[in-house]
């Protein structure tokens, strides 16, 4: 049956890659629909049999890959409570996009590429998930990268799609030289990369020490740290994010799939799966807590000033996974996980609300032309708000609350029931989730509430202007459009300069067609409800450790500890949430000049947050631009200048300074290459028969 | 005299020779149909050959030996193991390709063409089946000489240049080879090459062997700095000549180092292997860099194949099993895929006559076949897991690991590179708009073009997905030689110490970490 899961979608992506024109749109779009839905569901009752726990781990075998000495990795995929969740959340989320991109894509000239690539992704990311040894997991670790890469340029000819998808895959190459270098590390201290057998090992070397660049350090956590790393690159953690918000050029459907439920989540997955590993380092747990917590700020308070409504959520995205890595890093796997779970339902269905919108707004992605949406999308508002609710994480304890608030206010219970650099997490966390709501409520206020600013946007003039001029001008070319930058495209994404225009400017957009709305609505239960059904079986103690098995180091004490934390600690979550959301009403509906104010008084602020900490910038000043002058001066100075220059140019004119003998006996090249040849076989041969 | 109850060897080999002659007298049109069929009569038999070497750890070691004395100790002594088993395969493969590149862009002197490129398949052939020292030097040298031709009399306007440097270079280094090799058969008393492979020369001799060979090897592999043949080399020969000198005859350094530098001189190779590595680490990341700002597509690419070569020679100095075989499979799939990036590059010089990287853009449009192609060809140069040169990376990579992990960690950052310039490559020519009317105007691949690029896509795949069909020819005479040449084996520095759980877990509740039960839930 796994075999079946993971077969269908990588047969589909083939049917509809190749087959591509020659079957046509529709059969291609039935294909890989059609195979996703088939995995997910036969995904669902494994996951449900591991809920009820009457199911057991096991490993199918499929066959030999890698052979070499005592080195040998298989293909062969496993299922256990970790995979069962990725595949539920995987075959799940991809079903539901594949099934609205049929509405996102309808006027896109290339479907069956884009069809295919997404059931392409679906493969490699069932690929990791069931891995039983690191290499597979690397396997579909950089299987998803090109899938990924794919769809970020999907529309080719845009240049600043195939800039963000060179950016997302070389910034994801420097993580995989950590996860490289942290697969070589692991065979070398334990003789294999077979996932169970490396689990069992680790403690036995815990306190060990290893040679690494010159120093010594202990073992375990040289090991953890090179893998956290291709966790930092894929999940974009701080210092390895960049390439996240930038992906958003591609499809907002494959946003929603790719870069916000399951493959910037595989990094999550791999601490979580190798949580035994990680236990045996401290050291690496700590940096692990780090890297999250800071992300969690750090990508909270970029969201806060972003315009694109896709950024917006992108930066959320790179926040919710620092709390899910901060959450392993405490050692709450079972929050992270859960966390992975429930973010993957609300996320999904807030990007691809946010496509809604966007489709509804003729591609325009900027909030500020939006406003007062909520009489003409009425569905989509209503599934945004499910997930805005999920999110900021509403509910009231013992009752009932969305699903972030089970996954959010567990993590944030770990953190400060850990303690030691536990508890400084905690108050980020609280932190961040106040920037949560303050920026989630913002995006919904400025999207939907408010009085219409559509007539100043390009895109909306545009699409007035076609359906009143040549209607022939097709829809899809917008879809190629130059939105370069959200921000940069209009008004130089200043707001301080800005007076919004308001009005309708003639403009009256649609619901979204219903294979669009019936994935909301699916994950807008999912948002409600995930985290309400589901919350005993990921982080309660006793069901917990029943429902996980063992595929996680499930600390049942730390999930003790969870329940009996102070009061304070347990309101904080619910205290910040509605703060941020009060934040959010008074500055843009109550009092919707105080933005302007604020940015008049804090410029340097604001602009230090809207261009992100201005991390572009400096990795372009640090490694673009030398890379390229590295290889010019490699270039011109050293192969030209020196090498050639002193080597055969230099032997040449030495040759030719030497005398006329050597030129004479020079008549044509190629002969006297033969000659030299001719004489040292004489002279070998004459020496063999001489002797 | 083997299974198969006939002299296959000297078969492969009489075929293409017999063809060649053929050629020479042949019209334009016959001497193409002979070539094509002549290589795939090679093809035919290599698969014999591959079909019937016996890989199970029983068999012997020289398998298919042939010995007929030609004068003094000089013999046609012809055998093979599995690691020149593969390269042989790769050779065939590789052959009726360039052919068919030829097809029509060569157009002056067919015949005389065409025996100059069976010419080199007989003498590709002799190198990985030579069992005499002697023969071996004859066929290694003069497999040169139909590719100086071929880059001289076929190749682009500043070809003279091109084959001069491409000859000095390799002057210098043979010499040096040819006079150790004259020393080691007298103090051997036998040019039997396994022979000299199980002989023990004395670690003062290694050293200046080591070197004599070295020199040689480096250049043809070619290392850093001896490499600035290649991109003058590969930017001025003709499509398939390109395809063969980065198919095969980069490939013949990396043999040499196999077949003689590591058997022969175990304690050399070790006092050596510091001076591989470094420079091979500075090819990784000096060779990228460079690939980064090239604006010929045949330069990006040939300047790619130094730093795969970087790996190889990595590979094979790590002194163990993953190290060699991650060598060989780099060798192997490096052959595949920078013969599939030339052809591909081939396919729009024939149409615009430029390799100016700018003159392109927005392929992907016109050419969708042909950027599906040129995509998997590229994810395969960058190390894509599921393709043919992963595998090698890897196990290459890991190998060396365990001698150093600076060596890795700068050898690995070949694959941030890889993808940066491969990427830029790609995006450049298949992305982006049809800016240039002229590339508009081309159209998508051939049938012909369609069944030279799906073979190399197919085995590319097939070395990715499945690569124990390469891996286990190989593995017993890996084995003999990692067995060989572990009594020189240098220390790694990763000096592993064992664990100690207990002192970890109190050194932990001490300092306060943060996890108050480290290890409680297991």
């Known amino acids: 049956m796994i075999s079946l899961i993971v077969l269908f979608p990588l047969l589909a992506a083939i049917i509809a890659g190749l087959g591509n024109r020659i079957i046509g749109n529709v059969p291609a779009k039935i294909v890989t629909t059609g195979a996703l839905f088939a995995s997910c569901a ?130 994801n190459r420097v993580g995989d030289l950590g996860f490289m270098m942290g697969i070589f590390g692991t065979f070398l201290v334990f003789g294999t990369i077979s996932i169970p057998e490396i689990l069992e090992a680790a403690p036995s070397m815990a306190g060990s020490t290893i040679g690494f660049l010159g120093g010594r350090f202990d073992t375990m956590t040289v090991l953890c740290l090179l893998l956290f790393i291709g966790a930092m690159g894929k999940s974009a953690q701080l210092g390895l994010h960049t390439w996240l918000p930038d992906a958003m050029e591609g499809p907002t459907p494959v946003s929603a799939l790719i870069h916000a439920a399951t493959m910037v989540t595989a990094g999550v997955f791999m601490v979580c799966r190798l949580s035994p590993m990680f236990e045996t380092s401290p050291t690496a747990l700590g940096v692990v807590t780090f890297v999250g917590a800071a992300t969690c700020l750090f990508a909270a308070t970029v969201g806060t000033v972003q315009n694109d409504i896709k950024r917006v959520i992108a930066y959320s995205t790179c926040s919710q996974l620092g709390y899910m890595f901060f959450a392993a890093g405490v050692g709450a796997y079972g929050a992270s996980m859960f966390h992975l779970f429930t973010h993957a339902f609300f996320k999904a269905l807030l990007f691809l609300g946010a496509g809604s919108v966007i489709h509804a707004m003729h591609h325009e992605q900027d909030m500020r032309y939006y406003g007062g949406l909520r009489n003409e999308i009425p569905i989509t508002f209503w599934a945004m708000t499910a997930g805005t609710l999920a999110i900021t994480g509403v509910g009231i304890i013992g009752v009932f609350g969305f699903a972030g608030f089970y996954s959010k206010d567990a993590i944030l219970e770990a953190a400060y029931a850990s303690g030691g650099s536990g508890q400084l997490a905690f108050y980020v966390g609280v932190f961040a989730a106040l920037l949560t709501s303050f920026y989630s409520w913002r995006l919904v206020f400025l999207t939907f509430f408010g009085t219409p600013r559509w007539a100043a946007s390009e895109h909306i003039q545009h699409a007035v202007h076609d359906a009143h001029g040549h209607g022939d001008h097709g829809h899809a070319d917008h879809g190629h459009d130059d939105h370069v930058d959200g921000s940069k495209a209009h008004g130089e994404g200043d707001y301080a300069h800005y007076t919004p225009l308001t009005g309708t400017g003639g403009y009256h957009p649609h619901e979204s067609p219903w294979s669009m709305l019936i994935p909301l609505i699916v994950l807008s239960i999912g948002a409600i409800f995930a985290g309400f059904v589901f919350h005993h079986s990921f982080v309660e103690a006793e069901q917990g450790a029943a429902f996980w098995q063992g595929a996680i180091a499930f600390d049942t004490h730390l999930m003790h500890a969870m329940h009996e934390v102070p009061l304070w600690v347990k309101l904080a979550p619910a205290a910040v949430m509605l703060s941020g959301l009060a934040i959010a009403w008074l500055a843009y509906i109550r009092y919707p000049e105080w933005p302007r104010q604020f940015v008049g008084q804090f410029g340097v602020l604001y602009q230090f947050l809207l261009n992100k900490w201005y991390f572009d910038e400096l990795y372009n000043v640090l490694f673009v631009k030398p890379a390229f002058a590295i290889g010019r001066i490699f270039w011109k100075a050293g192969d030209v200048g020196l090498i050639d220059r002193f080597g055969p140019n230099g032997l040449a004119a030495l040759v030719v300074q030497g005398g006329k003998i050597t030129r004479r006996l020079q008549s044509g090249y190629l002969y006297t290459y033969a000659l030299v040849m001719l004489l040292g076989l004489a002279a070998a041969a004459t020496w063999a028969i001489a002797r | 005299m083997n299974q198969l109850g006939f002299p296959i060897l000297t078969l492969m080999m009489a075929v293409p020779m017999a063809a060649a002659i053929a050629c020479l007298y042949a019209s334009d049109k016959t001497a193409r149909m002979i070539a094509l069929a002549a290589t795939l009569v090679d093809l035919a038999l290599g698969i014999v050959l591959w079909l019937t070497f016996d890989q199970s750890a029983m068999g012997a070691q020289w398998q298919f030996t042939e010995y007929a004395p030609i004068f003094g100790r000089f013999a046609w002594a012809l055998g093979i193991d599995g690691i020149a088993l593969m390269l042989i395969v790769l050779t065939v493969f590789l052959m009726p390709i360039c052919i068919g590149a030829s097809w029509l862009a060569i157009d002056k002197r ?8 069976l010419l080199m398949e007989v003498l590709m052939i002799g190198v990985f089946t030579a069992q005499d020292i002697f023969l071996f030097y004859v066929m290694f040298e003069a497999g040169l000489i139909p590719m100086y031709l071929i880059i001289g009399i076929w190749g682009g306007a500043e070809r003279i240049y091109a084959s001069y440097k491409f000859f000095l270079y390799t002057l210098l280094g043979s010499v040096l080879m040819l006079i150790a090799m004259m020393w080691m058969v007298q103090q051997a008393g036998t040019t039997d090459i396994p022979t000299l492979m199980a002989f023990d020369f004395s670690p003062q001799a290694q050293s200046w062997l080591w070197l004599a060979f070295f020199a040689s090897f480096a250049v043809k592999m070619p290392m850093w700095p001896v490499h600035t043949w ?84 990595v590979g094979l100095f790590a002194f163990n099993a993953q190290g060699i075989e991650g060598a060989m499979m780099v060798m192997l799939g490096h052959g595949l895929v920078s013969g599939a990036l030339f052809l591909c590059v081939g396919v729009i010089y024939d149409r615009l006559h430029t390799r100016e990287i700018s003159r392109y853009g927005g392929l992907a449009i016109n050419m969708p076949k042909y950027a599906v192609l040129f995509l998997l060809f590229t994810m395969a140069a960058v190390g894509l897991p599921g393709t043919s040169n992963f595998v090698g990376e890897f196990l290459a990579l890991m190998g060396v690991y365990e001698a150093s992990s600076w060596v890795a960690i700068v050898c690995t950052t070949g694959i941030i590179l890889g993808a940066a310039y491969m990427l830029y490559l790609y995006r450049r020519v298949c992305y982006g708009d049809l800016v240039n009317d002229d590339a508009r105007a081309m159209p998508d691949l051939s049938g012909r073009e369609l069944w030279l690029l799906a073979p190399i896509a197919a085995a590319v795949l097939w070395m990715g997905i499945y690569p124990e069909s390469f891996l286990a020819p190989m593995r017993a005479d890996v084995a003999a030689l990692v067995a060989r040449i572990d009594r020189a084996r240098p220390a790694g520095d990763a000096a592993l110490t064992a664990g100690n759980p207990a002192a970890a877990a109190a050194a932990a509740g001490e300092h306060g970490q943060t996890h108050d039960t480290p290890g409680e839930a297991h």
Do not use: C
């Not at chain 1, 006027?107 to 690929?127: G, I, K, W």
């Not at chain 2, 015949?111 to 490129?117: D, K, N, Q, S, T």
């Not at chain 2, 003709?238 to 980069?250: D, H, N, R």
């Open chain 1, 42 to 171: 036969l995904s669902w009752p494994i996951f449900l049999s591991f809920v009820a726990g009457d199911a057991a781990p096991y490993v199918e075998p499929v066959f030999t890959w890698i052979r070499s000495g005592d080195f040998d990795a298989a293909w062969a995929l496993r299922v256990d409570t970790m995979t069962a969740v990725m595949l539920v959340v995987i075959t799940s989320v991809s079903a539901l996009v594949h099934l609205y991109s049929w509405g996102y894509m309808e006027e896109d000239p290339d479907q069956p590429r884009f069809f295919a690539y997404l059931s392409l992704f679906t493969f490699a990311m069932l690929m990791l998930v069931t891995a039983n040894n690191l290499l597979q997991m690397f396997f579909g670790w950089e299987g998803v990268g090109l899938a990924s890469y794919l769809l970020i340029g999907f529309w080719f000819r845009k240049p600043s799609a195939n800039a963000a998808a060179i950016k997302a895959f070389v910034v």
């Open chain 2, 110 to 117: 067919v015949g005389e063409y065409m025996a100059a490129f």
């Open chain 2, 230 to 313: 290649l991109p003058d080399a590969h930017v001025q020969a003709p499509t398939a000549g390109s395809v063969i000198l980065a198919g095969v005859l980069l490939k013949m350094g990396g043999y040499g180092f196999i077949r003689f530098s590591l058997p022969m001189f175990p304690e050399a190779s070790a006092q050596f292997a510091p001076l591989v590595f470094g420079l091979s680490m500075v090819a990784v990341v000096y060779t990228s860099l460079v690939a980064l700002v090239q604006s010929d597509m045949k330069k990006l690419i040939a300047y790619s194949s130094v730093a795969h070569m970087a790996i190889v020679t």
